[in-house]
């Protein structure tokens, strides 16, 4: 018997990703590549993983985005040119563009890369997503590369261009919050390893709720990868049904075994929690 419902296709999450970034792969293998995050391999044979094609991805990335911002205006200076561009190719900006198109749900992890919420941490994605953008240079060539490059960041390229810095979440958090809660965010940074490598975590707290958790290699990276992942929930909070703040999904979590995204949230939180925290900081002061 014939019914709608029959005919209904649920997308996997590669073939999601692949509808959202806007590119069909004629070789499959190369897209299958890109995801295998290194954790994985070691548990699959010692299998080839992405950095070879996250490599590649991250000069196509960097030769798109220099050639667009260089056309874009002939008279923006060298300095001004190079800052754009170190913006828009970031850590957090990639973290931002990978959470966007549903990347983390698509990579192979390890399994403690997984346990430790992997797929929303911003190294591995941003990572994840150079792989990807490689990947679809080795199978499309320059011009479908660009096509794809300048479609993944088009809002962040006019930000910077003509809005200011689509990676200064610091201050579109700071103005949202003083609207919403009439006081700025509060930041807790926490880092470990030798001083000349540290790895920072930083958490971000509105009106006393835990909204937001980010990491980097920096502080300054670390509290602007909190301060997107807060914006992004705040801005969606109005309403019922809506975004809350994160402690309380990681409350949720606690008592509800089967949803192993949020559980994975929650080992993640309970790691950095375990960390020594260097220093609190008021949202209004920028690193």
């Known amino acids: 018997m014939y019914s709608q419902e029959s005919e209904l296709h649920i997308l996997s999450p590669r073939e999601q990703l692949c509808s959202l970034i806007g590119y069909q792969f004629a070789d ?28 590649l991805g991250d000069s196509v990335l960097g030769l798109v985005i220099t050639d667009h911002l260089f056309r874009s205006d002939p008279t ?56 990807v ?19 993944l960041l088009h809002n962040r390229i006019q930000d910077v261009l003509y809005g200011g810095f689509a990676s200064d979440h610091k201050s579109q958090l700071q103005e949202l919050s003083a609207r919403r809660f009439g006081q700025l965010p509060r930041y807790v940074i926490s880092a470990e390893g030798p001083e000349h490598e540290k790895h920072f975590w930083a958490q971000v707290e509105l009106n006393g709720e835990d909204w937001g958790r980010g990491e980097g290699s920096t ?56 960390t020594t925290p260097t220093e609190t900081t008021p949202g209004g002061t920028h690193a």
């Not at 290194?38 to 950095?51: T, V």
């Not at 309403?239 to 559980?263: I, V, Y």
């Open 28 to 55: 499959p293998g190369l897209l299958e590549l890109s995801l295998r995050h290194r954790s994985w391999c070691a548990e699959n044979g010692g299998a080839a993983s992405n950095e070879r094609l996250e490599f």
């Open 133 to 151: 953008i490689g990947a679809v240079y080795q199978d499309g060539g320059i011009a479908a590369s660009t096509v794809v490059v300048l479609d």
């Open 76 to 131: 923006t200076s060298e300095g001004v040119l190079a800052r754009n561009r170190s913006e828009l190719v970031s850590s957090v900006a990639l973290g931002g563009v990978a959470r966007s198109v549903h990347l983390g749900e698509a990579m192979l992890l390890g399994k403690g890369e997984e346990a430790t919420g992997g797929r929303d941490k911003t190294s591995i994605l941003a990572d994840g997503i150079e792989a």
């Open 219 to 274: 502080k300054k990276e670390a509290e602007q990868a909190a301060a997107e992942q807060a914006f992004e929930r705040l801005k969606n909070s109005d309403g019922p049904g809506f975004a809350q703040p994160l402690s309380a999904e990681l409350d949720s979590a606690e008592h509800d075994p089967e949803n192993t995204k949020m559980a994975s949230l929650a080992v993640s939180d309970r790691q950095v929690a375990s």
